[in-house]
């Protein structure tokens, strides 16, 4: 949890996506969707302050999401669409720094992953995406702690990714 001291850092906000040049055959809320997949990711590792639930009165959203009861993005009115340093853990605060950096980790892997439906903001909002990303968020997490935990998580080239993607599948 965030002491008076520290800054609070927006990650992301529902309404930077909604503003501008949102596609108009979408409906606003598809706009917090990518968000509301790495808050639900967070949540079911355990990276949402316990504190900030309670006082945030979102227990039951919170819990709609680990038992999958409610959608991947259950929490978004309940914070404003928002995804803010407050809402979590030391561990969530330093990996979403180090991740979810604008046109970098997160970002990046989610277009990789959804392509145009992506940039579209035409993904749903549901298990089945959840289910898609989750594997590739667990793996970035597990490299970001192999990496000991940096500011800036070492992204790989596209090519290499795709090279590691293969001999997997492969083997």
Do not use: C
């Amino acid at each position: 949890m965030q002491s008076d001291e520290e800054p609070i850092l927006e990650y992301d906000l529902w309404r930077w996506h909604t503003e501008g040049k949102f596609p108009k055959d979408q409906p606003p809320e598809h706009g917090y969707v990518h968000i509301g997949v790495f808050v639900a990711w967070l949540a079911n590792n355990d990276m949402l302050d316990e504190k900030w639930i309670a006082g945030s009165d979102l227990a039951g959203a919170s819990a709609a999401i680990r038992d999958r009861t409610g959608s991947p993005s259950a929490l978004r009115d309940g914070t404003d669409g928002r995804l803010g340093s407050e809402m979590l853990t030391a561990e969530g605060q330093a990996f979403a720094s180090a991740y979810y950096a604008p046109e970098y980790g997160y970002p990046r892997d989610w277009r990789r992953a959804f392509g145009r439906n992506a940039d579209h903001y035409a993904v749903p909002d549901d298990w089945a995406t959840y289910d898609w990303i989750a594997p590739l968020i667990d793996r970035r997490h597990r490299e970001w702690i192999d990496a000991g935990r940096p500011d800036l998580l070492p992204m790989p080239r596209f090519f290499t990714m795709l090279l590691k993607m293969f001999r997997a599948r492969a083997g």
